[in-house]
């Protein structure tokens, strides 16, 4: 998706609406998401808070009412939660959404654009690539431990944001839209890639047969575990799960795939020289091992069993969601050049075949962190 700059006066202008303390002394571009337009708003008075502005992609999130409903039911929930734990710090370890005056949680400008407002998390960092096992760690935790505070809130309270998001028949469904349509002529550049996608379709249907069939149960899950959605903190210790726009229901094997995506692969998601594509079974296992660690008591035999399916299913997702958006004509990701998306496509498609590859590997690691968290009373129960 292409964007025009926004002007800083307007900006400024949006800002107004919401209850921000102090006054700003600057604004600037933020992060590396593909959907929405993320600003640092830097307080002049130091003992006041910066904040973090988001501009809502309502192209992507077509009803934003609903969608920050669901952004408030969640973090009030982690909070409460947090809030019995001894230790934690629910300011810091949960999103806070700053108010409007009119006690909105975002706010809608003139041209129909939705904003919001978070309090900036000091200290913290997000990393596109993982840089060590520790982090890795941390990552795993972090999302396991969103997963396992999140599974005593009601699921049917929650809107699904976008409809079907990693529902792979869905996507399918979409891919074979665009390349009927093929808008730009540009499938013929993409061949191989949608020959990679329709060999591994039926086989890629495993979770959403399983769900179907009544074998996987439906939790709250985040839907989008890439691994600079976890913010650490200047020890390397993950603080707060971040990005809660697509918190709705899903399968657990969804949350663990997408970070095992983003957390071993060698290379960047958008990698030009597919080589480079590889796994970091390191990482793997330590990401695998704080997920489990914080999970592993509340997921059941065949959600466990099901992880493994995930890995491969989600890069799978992604290679197929950028190759149909590049054939649709780059309508819903950012991108910054004409083929990034068939680029991201090819990187995406290469990580498959590496997991699958190494399927066994992964499998056993798995079963392993598994088996490493079963107390003793229930090794004797087995
Ligand atoms: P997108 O959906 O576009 O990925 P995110 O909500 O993930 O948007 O925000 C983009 C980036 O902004 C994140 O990767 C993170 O680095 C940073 N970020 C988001 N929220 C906060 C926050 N409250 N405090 C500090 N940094 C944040
Ligand atoms: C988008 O917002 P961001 O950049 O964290 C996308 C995810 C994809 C990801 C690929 C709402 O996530 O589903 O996995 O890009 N989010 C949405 O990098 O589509
Ligand atoms: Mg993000």
């Known amino acids: 998706m292409k964007d025009n700059p926004i002007a800083e006066q307007h900006i400024r202008e949006v800002l107004s609406h919401f209850t921000l303390e102090g006054s700003i002394a600057g604004i600037s571009s933020y992060g590396s998401g593909h959907i929405h337009d993320t ?53 810091k370890e949960v999103l806070t959404l700053v108010p409007t005056y009119g006690k909105q949680s975002f706010y809608c400008d003139i041209n129909g654009n939705y904003w919001r407002v978070y309090f900036l998390l000091e200290g913290t960092r997000s990393y596109d690539l993982v840089g060590s096992p520790q982090q890795a760690y941390e990552g795993g935790k972090a999302f396991g431990r969103f997963l396992a505070l999140l599974s005593d809130l009601d699921i049917d309270k929650l809107h ?10 869905n996507r399918l469904r979409l891919f074979k839209e665009a390349m009927q349509k093929n808008p730009l002529g540009r499938a013929e550049q993409a061949r191989e890639e949608i020959a990679f996608a329709q060999q591994r379709a039926e086989e890629m249907s495993t979770i959403c047969r399983m769900g179907r069939e009544g074998r996987l149960p439906l939790r709250v899950t985040h839907n989008d575990t890439k691994f600079n959605n976890v913010l650490l903190d200047r020890f390397d210790k993950a ?11 899903g399968y657990v094997a969804y949350d663990f795939g997408d970070a095992i995506r983003t957390t071993v692969n060698k290379a960047a998601e958008d990698e030009r020289e597919l080589d480079k594509i590889g796994i970091n079974f ?45 054939i649709d004509g780059d309508n819903y990701y950012k991108t910054q050049f004409p083929e990034h998306n068939l680029q991201r496509a090819r990187a995406q498609f290469r990580l498959v075949q590496v997991l699958e590859e ?20 229930e090794d004797h129960q087995v």
Do not use: W
């Open 239 to 249: 603080q707060c799960v971040i990005d809660l726009d697509t918190v709705m229901p």
């Open 39 to 91: 600003y640092f708003v830097k307080n002049s008075k130091a003992a006041c808070p910066n904040y973090l502005l988001q501009r809502i992609n309502h192209n992507v999130f077509r009803n934003v009412p609903l969608l920050m409903e669901n952004i408030e039911q969640v973090t009030q929930h982690l909070r409460k939660k947090l809030a019995k734990i001894p230790g934690a710090s629910p300011e």
């Open 160 to 169: 699904e944001s976008i409809p079907d998001f990693h529902n792979i028949e």
């Open 282 to 326: 390191e990482f793997f296992n330590a990401f695998t091992e704080g997920f489990l660690l914080e999970t592993s008591s509340i997921l059941t035999d065949e959600e466990i069993a099901s992880l493994s399916l995930g890995v491969t299913l989600l890069p799978f997702i992604m290679g197929l969601r950028f190759l149909t958006d590049y």
């Open 358 to 377: 190494n399927r066994e590997l992964l499998q056993s690691t798995i079963e392993r962190a598994t088996a490493s968290y079963k107390t003793p009373l």
